[in-house]
């Protein structure tokens, strides 16, 4: 069989990861889903230590690491920051020294602030694995949809792939630009003007005004959710204005019944997406959410393999 592996010994942002890479996680996450039976572990995480550390809410996130790391047998420890010694005025980096000092190896962060995993990284000779950074990124939220997609396409070449909604606040569109246009997709997005990032040529994305007409263009809505979190007010006349104009909804179906909807969640239903929708078959945010732990699983087993050899260099 195909040695597979990575170029690097952790995961901050999409552009970490070569073509190569991707479909060698994509490899062994597939081997995961043909093998994994319940009770079943698997050795690859043996006698490694991985703290998940959330700085910010997460559900599917935090949790398909959690069973991702039991499932690969190693020993998994859990700091929520709104129970730390952060609350008691602790700083960033000596909670990192705090956790580091138990001899953790593999670092799962989330963190409301752009940067945070890159700046834990510089400081640790462990790995660490961006779970979601402010509006930077969340490129293993982009591997569990391009997964899905390579999936349900076979091939990512020349599929039409439109990011509709709240593009300003989203590391997940972000990462899934990079990703996507790695395996070769066509990427558009759609969104009101002030739901755009101003530096958006950056990207060199175009931009499809009216959502019946990204419809008719794309294969696959990537269809984000509306951050109100993190929204400044006067983004949005109103929220019913936003869902009339760029909800996603039975008629566009009803048109389109081959379109693929992708949600990395959580949703808000009756706003991007109509109640209900997940009735039809290529709605595929249930898949995202059971394709997240093998790609989780299949990441934290080759940085894991990543990270062996370079301690065995180090030493
Ligand atoms: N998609 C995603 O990151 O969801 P959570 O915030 O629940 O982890």
Known sequence: MEELSISRPYLLQADDLTANDIQSIFSRAQFFIDNYKPGVKFDDLKGLTVALTFFENSTRTKLSFELASKRLSADSISFQSSSSSQKKGESL??????????????????????????????????????????????????????????KHFGDLKGVKVCII????????????????????AEVKVCAPGTLFPRRLNYWNVEIIEHIDDAIEWADVALVLRLQRERMES??????????????????????????????????????????????????????????????????????????????????
């Open 93 to 150: 980096i000596d909670t990192l020294r705090t956790i580091e000092a138990m001899g953790v190896d593999m670092y799962i962060v989330r963190h409301v602030c752009s940067g945070v995993p890159g700046f834990l990284q510089a400081n640790t000779c462990g790995a660490v694995i961006n779970a979601g950074d402010g509006k930077h990124e969340h490129p293993t939220q982009a591997l569990l949809d391009t997964f899905t997609l390579q």
């Open 234 to 315: 006067g983004l949005l006349p109103s929220i019913r204005e936003y869902s009339n104009y760029y909800g996603v909804n039975f008629e566009h179906f009803a048109k389109k019944p081959e379109l693929v909807l992708l949600h990395p969640g959580p949703v808000n239903y009756g706003i991007e997406l109509d109640y209900n929708i997940n009735q039809y078959p290529n709605v595929k945010i249930q898949t995202q959410v059971t394709h997240g732990v093998f790609i989780r699983m299949a990441l934290l087993s080759l940085i894991a393999k990543q990270l062996k050899v370079k301690r065995a260099k180090v030493a």
């Open 165 to 184: 909604g709240d593009i300003l606040h989203s590391r997940v569109a972000r990462s899934n630009i990079t990703v996507l246009r790695t395996l070769g």
